[in-house]
């Protein structure tokens, strides 16, 4: 028998800042954490901190324009355009709440330079500490907030809905037991995928959830090919990957190969400063050729290394590496998805009472490559407008068609998925290698079905074959020229595998 709670107002799947900034725009939500607060999302990990135009010399206008040239063609102008007006006052709400900004004398922001910004645009924390700061600033609000209830060891196991496709609550486990929850909207804000990958800098329970889920109720899903690798992943054999922060570069710290030669000039003009995929594309190529990578900020940063960049510093020396002196062994790793649940400028997916925020949302300013330091800020500006939003839906729904939870995919299939994902649709893809990865992912179909990390999966292969072009994150050596610039819009129905599942 399982429970049944109607809420009243939006159910929030997943507590980091995109879903807790909803939870505080809608005023009274249910919020379903997988974690407790603070862990497993990706929010609370980001060092580098929050870009916006806040410096005299900046404008919403220019960090519009360098958002569009990183996103390589696919941005929505006007969902840029929304983001980057709102930037700086997101961050003065933000700090308005108690995250501890950096501030020069008088009450000015210390602004962090990040590739491809064209200013130096973002406002950190403690050098490196910008995410678990202002997690918990938010974290606090929310908790005094008594309209909004948490619940933490919860996840969802399905989306509810009702015979005309609206979706009308959720389907959680929470500590263990199932409980069907009805509400008028249900918002995802579960992160991304790099659980998905064996080498990414994201908490490991981030895997694609929102995105199966909301494919397998039929929502529209764009881009999912869209993958960041983060240049400089810390490569210490560590899962997750600890991340040394772009702001190093932003320093003047340098990539360099194990001869010592400084090997950025080879492959773009900005050399460290080139946008994120092509730094990325460059460190694997002398990763693939033998020649390692290491970030060098002996001189840059030196002796400010741990007060400057405390966790990259503690991350170093627990492998025994000291950064002042030595040079940092990197490697690109997974860092972000700009793919999810298509959704307009309010969040609104494509199935009645379905909202999605944040990094498993597509609502197109990341493009084919997000710019460094606009997922927090894009997560603070359209969880508040998607939280708004699903506060006013007033249609209640009807009964939900299934109860049935969907598959869960155990560890040892799911280690063997990541090492394939990170193998044939990591930084350089062709179709020999996603084509294999398609077969691996069809041969777990039988028993795992509809399981949503493998139709996350499945997403991001489906659309990383389908499209013959490298642009941003998506690079084919097969196909290393660029289209013209089309985004990708899928739903399930529309995946060869939807045949599969469709007796159930
Ligand atoms: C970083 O600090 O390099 C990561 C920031 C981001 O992901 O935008």
């Known amino acids: 028998m399982i429970e049944r709670v109607t809420f009243d107002g939006p159910v929030i799947l997943g507590a980091g800042l995109a ?65 980057t007006e709102q930037g700086p006052q997101a961050v003065r709400d933000l700090a308005a709440q108690g995250a501890p900004f950096d501030r020069k004398s008088g009450d000015d922001f210390v602004l962090s330079l990040e590739a491809a910004h064209s200013r130096a645009r973002v406002a950190r924390v403690g050098g490196d500490g910008a995410g678990a700061a202002i997690m918990a600033a938010v974290i606090a609000t929310v908790r005094a907030t008594p309209a909004i209830e948490i619940r933490e060891n919860a996840r969802a196991r399905r989306l509810l809905q009702d015979v005309t496709g609206r979706v009308v609550g959720v389907l959680a486990e929470i500590d263990g037991a199932l409980v069907e929850i009805r509400a008028k909207a249900v918002i995802l804000a579960t992160g991304g ?11 490991a329970e981030v895997r694609g959830e929102g995105l199966g889920l909301a494919a ?15 240049p400089t992943a810390i490569d210490i054999g560590r899962d997750p990957a600890p991340l040394a922060t772009e702001a190093l570069r932003g320093e003047g710290s340098i990539l360099r190969n194990r001869d010592r030669r400084a090997f950025m000039a080879d492959y773009h003009p900005a050399k460290e400063l080139a946008p994120r995929d092509v730094v990325a594309r460059a460190i694997h190529a002398e990763r693939a050729a033998g020649r390692g990578a290491f970030l060098d900020a002996t001189e840059a940063v030196g002796a400010h290394f741990p007060h400057e960049f405390p966790a990259v510093f503690e991350a170093c020396q627990s492998a025994g590496i000291d950064p002042r002196r030595e040079m940092i062994p990197v490697t690109p ?43 927090l800020l894009e997560a603070a500006v359209f969880g508040t407008r998607a939280g708004r939003a699903a506060a006013a839906e ?10 049935e939870p969907l598959p869960d995919l155990p560890d040892a299939a799911l280690q063997i998925l990541r090492k394939a994902m990170s193998r044939d649709a990591g930084v350089v893809r062709d179709a020999a290698g996603l084509a294999r990865l398609l077969g691996q992912i069809e041969a777990l179909e039988p028993a795992y079905g509809p399981c949503p ?34 985004r990708t819009f899928v739903t399930w129905e529309s995946a060869d595998a939807a045949v599969r599942y469709a007796a159930e």
Request: glycine letters at 12%; one cysteine or more.
């Open 394 to 403: 007033g249609v209640e729904g009807g009964q939900p068609l299934s109860l």
């Open 453 to 486: 990390t493998v139709v996350a999966a499945r997403l991001i292969v489906e659309a990383a074959l389908a499209r013959r072009e490298s642009r941003g994150g998506h690079f084919r050596a097969d196909f290393p020229a660029t289209a013209e610039p089309a």
């Open 333 to 375: 790793a997974v860092h972000y998805h700009m793919g999810g649940v298509a959704t307009d400028l309010d969040g609104r997916a494509s199935l009645p009472g379905l909202y999605a925020a944040g990094e498993c949302a597509s609502t197109g300013v990341q493009g084919a490559n997000r710019l460094a330091s606009n997922s």
């Open 19 to 83: 879903g807790l900034s909803a939870a505080l725009a809608a005023k009274t939500a249910l919020v379903l954490s997988p974690t407790p607060l603070a862990t497993g999302c990706s929010s609370a990990w980001a060092q580098g901190g929050m870009a916006a135009a806040l410096a005299g010399d900046d404008s919403p206008a220019l960090h519009a324009a360098d958002t569009i040239a990183a996103g390589a063609g696919l941005c929505d102008p006007e969902a840029v355009e929304l983001l």
């Open 216 to 230: 397998l109720a039929g929502a529209t899903i764009a881009d999912p090919e869209f993958v960041q690798f983060h």
């Open 193 to 203: 995928v790099g659980g998905l990958y064996a080498v990414t800098t994201t908490p």
